[in-house]
Nanobody, 117 residues
Framework: QVQLVESGGGLVQAGGSLRLSCAAS????????MGWYRQAPGIQRELVAIITRSGSTNCADSVKGRFTISRDNAKNTVYLQMNSLKPEDTAVYYC???????????WGQGTQVTVSS
């Protein structure tokens, strides 16, 4: 059973920073991708940033230049460094891990990020 546990969320003022962590119960090296998604009230869950097994990254246009995703295979942990936070970044942030073949993915329980203006 794969478990993903997020931490690091909280309340921060606009312009501040937070670092989210996602600790996996198994080695993360086997996942084809790991990523961070977010969901604000009344809005569909959206992709924030993703990192592949090879280390390639991509992120949503709305967070480019402000958010960085990284992984530490030795610690089985993926991070999301969030800088220059804006009130519109307020959401529940979820960690995701995917296998492509066979297709399967896993979700964490989410961590709340609230940015005050």
């Amino acid at each position: 059973q794969v478990q993903l546990v997020e931490s690091g969320g909280g309340l921060v003022q606009a312009g501040g920073s937070l670092r989210l962590s996602c600790a996996a119960s198994i080695t993360i090296f086997g996942f084809d991708t790991m990523g961070w998604y977010r969901q604000a009230p009344g809005i569909q869950r959206e992709l924030v940033a993703i990192i592949t097994r090879s280390g390639s990254t991509n992120c949503a246009d709305s967070v480019k230049g402000r958010f960085t995703i990284s992984r530490d295979n030795a610690k089985n942990t993926v991070y999301l460094q969030m800088n220059s936070l804006k009130p519109e970044d307020t959401a529940v942030y979820y960690c995701n891990a995917k296998y492509w073949v066979p297709s399967n993915d896993y979700w964490g329980q989410g961590t709340q990020v609230t940015v005050s203006s």
